[in-house]
């Protein structure tokens, strides 16, 4: 794999409420809420815990689920502290494998996403949770007609929420010359998903993350923007053969480190 990270506050919000988290083999972008600085609490708890996990070398598919309910636990309990109210999304990728056999798992709790891009085809891969989604999903609004909607930031379903949320999760099968795409709303919110697309296809991990980044702030950068960029260069099943066994493998386990090749690390840009 090659990957880069980058994160900007953007050119209107005072703090970066965004924290990402790129550790291999898991990629990571919450997307914080709450006033008073507690939305980069919020985002910072869930980061934490997704990189204890890594350290610990827990990463079957039940452990990174279940880390959100324990992400959850921790904000609430932060909360409980001070800041009320704060809450965060999370979108996340993770390489995992099933006897051998290596697989994304890729996982949201609201409006963060997972894009994936193969054969110059960008996918959305995850599904907000979010209430202009819902009115998609119902036929009331477009896509489009949703970023610019009055109620596109207001979000069904965060971590730091009583009771915890909902993970919603998928499995990949990992196809050598894919690139992942994980952000925050920051992103697709200030562009659509052609001007992604086009922006996505070009260049390494680090210039296509500084790419959307600047793209973002040139559209306006109303809010913090995070995106991560993952390649796969090589190990994978090959295009041809990535229909070849659909069926979802039982269990996914911590891949063996011989998979990856961490070839350079993330740019990343706070502020
Ligand atoms: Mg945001």
Redesign the pocket.
Known sequence: MDWAIATDIGRVRAINE?SVLGRPPLFLVA?GMGGHAAGEVASGIATAVYAELVDAGRLTRDDIVDAVASANARILAAGDRGSRGMGTTLAGVALLESAGDPHWLAFNVGDSRVYRLSAGVLAQVSTDHSEVQELVELGMITAEQARVHPARNVITRSVGSDPAPLVDSWVLPVITGDRLLVC???LHGELDDEQITATVSVGDPRAAATRLIELALAAGGR??VSVIVVDVLAGGRSASEADEDTTPPATLEPVAGKILIDRVPGVSRRA
């Open positions: 965004d997307d925050s709303d920051g809010d913090n």
